[in-house]
Nanobody, 125 residues
Framework: QVQLVESGGGLVQAGGSLRLSCAVS????????MAWFRQAPGKEREVVAA????????YYTDSVKGRFTISRDNAKNTVYLQMNSLTPEDTAVYYC??????????????????WGQGTQVTVSA
């Protein structure tokens, strides 16, 4: 059974940085796209960034372009999200997700079938 475990969340001041990690067990991620989503209170879950299986192609939602970087280490079965220049609007629970085998780095929630439990990111003004 595949399991995704996020870590690295926390409380940070505006302008600060955090690095999220997502360790996957029970399945080798080599052939799967991966993504980070987030959900703020009272809002729908939205994609933050996605990466294809090789890491060559990425997708970012407009609000994080130039600030966040998604990467993956297939040898460690781990995906990362480096978040810089954080703002209070980035406050949310961040979720890691595993997509469909051999699929592209989709921004759609419905293209991801396995999810982590989430890690809270809180950015203070």
């Amino acid at each position: 059974q595949v399991q995704l475990v996020e870590s690295g969340g926390g409380l940070v001041q505006a302008g600060g940085s955090l690095r999220l990690s997502c360790a996957v067990s029970g399945r080798t991620i080599t052939t799967y796209p991966m993504a980070w989503f987030r959900q703020a209170p009272g809002k729908e879950r939205e994609v933050v960034a996605a990466i294809n299986r090789s890491g060559e192609h990425t997708y970012y939602t407009d609000s994080v372009k130039g600030r966040f970087t998604i990467s993956r280490d297939n040898a460690k079965n781990t995906v990362y999200l480096q978040m810089n220049s954080l703002t209070p609007e980035d406050t949310a629970v961040y979720y890691c997700a595993l997509g469909r085998a051999f699929y592209f780095a989709s921004p759609r929630t419905t293209d991801y079938g396995s999810w982590g439990q989430g890690t809270q990111v809180t950015v203070s003004a």
